[in-house]
């Protein structure tokens, strides 16, 4: 590793951007493994929402749709021996399912401040420290009792929520303006952890029990900590590997819009910026579509599809493999649009929220209709998520566009108030299902996610940004405020980012690409 950094034959920026991919893919292992893992550990009864036999089951037998008129009924795994089993209600489910984002919410604007107050690259290390070994115990712990299992859930939660600022920190500070897109959609990493862990979960659960998806998982998770601290720094200045002629290339193409501060965000400021505020719906959005289907795909495909625990893990996690796919593909669209100049980077950004929100939510509307037809629920589940990808050039942009300075903070705010979705999703679903667990309830579910989605584009078509905010640098932000009433953030400054990235091709090393 040193050897290949330092001479320079891949850019150590494209190891940081590695790095960060395998630290979400990572964090999303410890976050989504209790979707696949607690179908295994409860009862399977009807008093707990989780039937014998699902809806959809009964209703293609009869009418004698996929081949089920001549076939016995079929069972779910989730009636197999994978271990003990508790006897858990559709409410202490949803309790377990949410207690997650109730910890991972609390500490997104603390993880803001400790990423750029002592650092992002060791608050992540400390954070999926302490998460694998709570991950590496709950076996025990749940087999104790499960208020303390929901305790260690919101624990892993709080390490969780403090990680993707320290993200949005690192790339602030080593991704040149034209890499953006690139950087930013290895945020997209926890969608192959999606696409990776409910497989393998299902596969270890069915051969080895439910315990031994969480010991291999929070072991994984304590090895990888150990690596991201050897490879990992939190600046070029400051990386021991980097070549002299890159670490000059990123340092000239961030000009003046990075500075190497340690003071607090300007918080009023922020309070009053309205593109901020539209970024903030814009994040909620799309947070509550994904975390709707991480929290309870397996679940409606299990329960209420009819699939069993093996083909669950699989089928859930295909629309978070193109997703990812997507992702990766929008990111490198947006890059190239923003470096020939062709529109406005505002302009992108709202023409991508097409297919980042309002696609998704149609889309959603559409599986209402399908009903019961399974190939048409997955291909639309697919579809759906699988646009939500091209919020690498939405939402997951927009906090380095208003002020790279603060992304983490700001990145912190937005996730903090967009992860309460992680547990008003589990309780809304919770109810809905208490007393019946079928496709009336759950189509009621899509509908107010398709709503959430639609509504949070519309609002940041309206009164989105992304110009650089005046606040983003102390010496302007007294000039935010003129005759004590507040500069709401429309001022166009965007004139800054275009020097910024005419800085970075003068740059006589500006032929190194990451990629």
């Keep these: 590793m040193t050897l290949i950094c330092s001479k320079g034959f891949i850019p150590t920026r494209f ?101 750029e107050k002592i650092g992002p690259t060791r608050t992540v290390m400390m954070a999926s420290l302490i998460s694998g070994f709570l991950t590496f115990i709950d076996p025990f712990v749940a087999s104790w009792n499960y208020i303390a299992f929901i305790l260690t859930r919101f624990l892993i939660g709080m390490c969780g929520g403090v990680v993707y600022p320290c993200f949005q920190c690192l790339i602030s500070h080593w991704a040149p303006p034209e890499e953006k897109g690139k950087f930013v959609s290895v945020l997209l990493g926890g969608s192959a952890g999606t696409v990776v862990t409910w497989p393998v979960l299902s596969i270890i659960i069915e051969n080895l029990g439910w315990s031994w998806s969480f010991f291999l998982n929070g072991g994984f998770v304590i090895i990888w900590s150990i690596l991201w601290i050897l490879l990992v720094s939190d600046s070029p200045e400051t990386h021991p590997r980097i070549s002299e002629a890159e670490k000059v290339y990123i340092v000239n193409s961030l000009g003046t819009s990075i500075k190497q501060t340690k003071k607090l965000p300007p918080y009023k400021e922020i309070a009053c910026s309205v593109p901020f505020w539209a970024l903030i719906i814009l994040h909620f959005g799309s947070i509550w579509g994904l975390y709707f289907l991480l929290t309870y795909g397996p679940k409606f495909l299990s329960s209420v599809l009819g699939f069993n625990l093996g083909h669950t893990g699989v089928l859930a996690a295909l629309p978070y493999l193109i997703r990812l796919i ?24 709202k023409c991508f929220i097409l297919f980042s929100h309002i696609v998704p939510g149609i889309l959603l509307l559409v599986l209402i209709l399908v009903k019961c037809d399974l190939t048409w629920s997955i291909a639309i589940l697919i579809l759906s998520l699988g646009s939500n990808g091209t919020s690498t050039v939405t939402n997951l942009q927009n906090s380095q566009d208003l002020a790279p300075n603060y992304a983490g903070s700001l990145y912190g705010i937005v996730n903090c108030i967009g992860a309460t979705a992680g547990f008003i999703t589990p309780v809304i679903v919770g109810q809905l299902t208490a007393v019946n667990n079928g496709l009336h309830e759950w189509h009621i579910m899509f509908g107010i996610t398709a709503t959430v989605y639609i509504v949070s584009g519309l609002v940041f078509y309206i009164f989105g940004s992304a110009d650089i905010q005046v606040w983003n640098e102390e010496e302007k932000i007294e000039n935010s405020w003129k005759d004590g009433i507040p500069n709401l953030g429309f001022d166009n400054i965007d004139d800054t980012t275009l020097k910024i990235e005419d800085k970075a091709k003068e740059s006589t090393n500006g032929g190194i690409g990451m990629y």
């Excluded at 795994?77 to 559709?90: A, I």
Aim: net charge positive; with cysteine.
């Design 15 to 115: 190891l940081i951007a590695v790095m960060i991919f395998s630290a979400c893919f990572v964090t999303y292992t410890v976050r989504i493994n209790i979707s696949i893992n607690l179908i295994a550990m409860v009862e399977s009864t009807r008093t707990n929402a989780i039937t014998f036999e699902s809806e959809c089951v009964v209703i293609n037998r009869k009418n004698n749709t996929h081949n089920l008129e001549n076939s016995e009924p079929p069972k779910l795994t989730s009636t197999s021996d994978y271990g003990v089993r508790y006897n858990w209600d559709s409410n202490i489910q949803s309790l377990i399912l949410g207690s997650y984002f109730w910890g991972y919410t609390i500490t997104c604007i603390p993880g803001g401040i400790l990423a």
């Design 326 to 349: 997507v992702g990766f593909i929008s990111a490198h669209i947006g890059d190239l649009i923003r470096k020939r100049k062709i529109v406005s980077t505002v302009i992108v950004r």
